[in-house]
């Protein structure tokens, strides 16, 4: 079972922020927090990924906050190639990855 | 190039049929992961794989067969398609379990 809650969807305007929130209310201390994106038909795309300090890289940051138990990916200027569904997935050291439902973000014109 | 690819991407079969489905990833990965995705149920593990000869069952392995015989390669096979089976089929591989995993652009199968 996914161990995430994510909204089922979500608009954001062209070239502002998108902020994508995660629940993990129930996260252990050594589970990391992962985010992948599904653009239509393709294969899901790593994002970004943290264990418990923010994490920022080319594409997007990752805000864990501090007791842990929800998590926000943040697109700083959203364009409509973000157009996909979003997953926030928890994982430790021998899991596998478990999809849940997303969040299917559409960046609006 | 460098990367993960899977063959066929669109492959019709009939029921009762043995289908292999491909992957290979040029990074020398340990970890390989076959995942198929339906409408409904998002994606679910098959199988995974964290070394060459190393194979286990992931969420939803029934009717399907695995093997892992070089580090790069690892196929998936339907012994004996149905048309439950009908699915988008992804292969992922990763350098550890809890590190960045990459996906192919998926296997489109039908079974008629």
């Known amino acids: 079972d996914a161990k995430t809650t994510q909204p089922p969807s979500m608009d954001c305007a062209e070239g502002r922020a998108a902020n994508l929130p995660c629940n993990h209310s129930t996260i252990s201390g050594n589970e990391y927090v992962y985010w992948y994106r599904q653009i239509h038909s393709q294969g899901p795309q790593y994002i970004i990924h943290?264990?418990?300090n923010n994490e920022t890289n080319e594409m997007a940051s990752l805000i864990i906050t501090e007791d842990r138990k929800s998590s926000t990916l943040i697109l700083p200027h959203a364009t409509l190639r973000d157009t996909a569904v979003y997953y926030c997935i928890v994982l430790n050291y021998g899991q596998n990855f478990v999809f849940g439902p997303g969040t299917r973000l559409s960046v609006l014109p | 190039d460098a990367g993960i690819t899977q063959s066929p991407r669109y492959k019709i079969t009939e029921t009762g049929r043995q289908v292999t489905l491909m992957c290979h990833q040029t990074w020398s990965h340990s970890y390989m992961f076959w995942y198929r995705q339906d409408l409904g149920h998002g994606l679910r593990l098959i199988y995974y794989s964290a070394a060459a000869d190393i194979t286990d069952k992931g969420e939803v392995p029934d009717g399907y067969v695995v093997s892992r015989s070089k580090t790069e390669n690892f196929p998936l096979t339907l012994e004996s398609a149905t048309r439950s089976q009908t699915s988008v089929y992804f292969c992922?591989?990763?350098?550890?379990?809890?590190?960045?995993?990459?996906f192919g652009q998926g296997t489109r199968l039908t079974v008629v």
């Open positions: 943290g264990l418990k």
């Open positions: 992922a591989s990763s350098e550890e379990v809890v590190t960045e995993a990459f």
